[in-house]
């Protein structure tokens, strides 16, 4: 029942404009981020919209019942990440700050969405392992770009834990290429 929901058009078709419109607001809130971004690290910041943006492309293909394995990996493994790094740098926040905005929780909300969505459609994917291979080094890189040039995105309250960050950052995106390969290809070898 629910593989059959997933894949329905109109499903779909809603997921996509949700996305979509997901994906344009993230990258109008790192604007100002954007403008100060050397052009060598621009496509590096805004990671979160990157995600929906790979999932976004997904679905098109879906729609179309045609798969896009290397954009698939992408997204599965970016979208859970910075879904999850976003919830996490939000509750950070709030723990540090004592109080979050509404945007912090529509924050909190929508990347947990992320996180989720991209899990839900792993049984669709057509994955492999070179796939994976190709959205880890893009990952794993971004890492580089974030922390070791110091590009990550902005969280004015708790930019002074920029270190143990990173080093969670880093330990996120192993378990997010360790979960997309074990649902994509682990688990369909199994069966």
Do not use: C
């Amino acid at each position: 029942m629910i593989k059959y929901i997933l894949m329905d058009k109109r499903f779909l078709l809603l997921l996509f404009t949700i996305n979509f419109l997901g994906t344009i607001y993230g990258y109008y809130w790192y604007r100002s981020q954007l403008s100060l971004t050397p052009d060598i690290f621009l496509v590096f910041v805004p990671d979160s919209p990157t995600a929906s943006l790979f999932f976004t492309i997904v679905l098109v293909f879906f729609l179309f019942n045609k798969n896009i394995p290397y954009i698939e990996a992408l997204a599965v493994i970016t979208l859970f990440k910075y879904g999850v790094w976003a919830v996490v740098m939000n509750f950070l926040t709030l723990l540090i700050e004592g109080s979050l905005g509404w945007i912090g929780y529509m924050l909190m909300v929508s990347h947990g969405a992320m996180a989720v969505q991209g899990l839900l459609y792993t049984p669709f994917y057509a994955i492999k392992t070179r796939h994976i291979v190709v959205a880890a080094i893009w990952t794993l890189h971004n890492d580089v770009i974030d922390y070791l040039f110091e590009q990550m995105p902005v969280y004015s309250s708790v930019t002074t834990y920029m270190d143990e960050i990173g080093y969670f950052t880093f330990w996120l995106s192993i378990i997010s290429i360790a979960i997309a390969y074990i649902l994509t290809i682990k688990l369909k070898q199994s069966n």
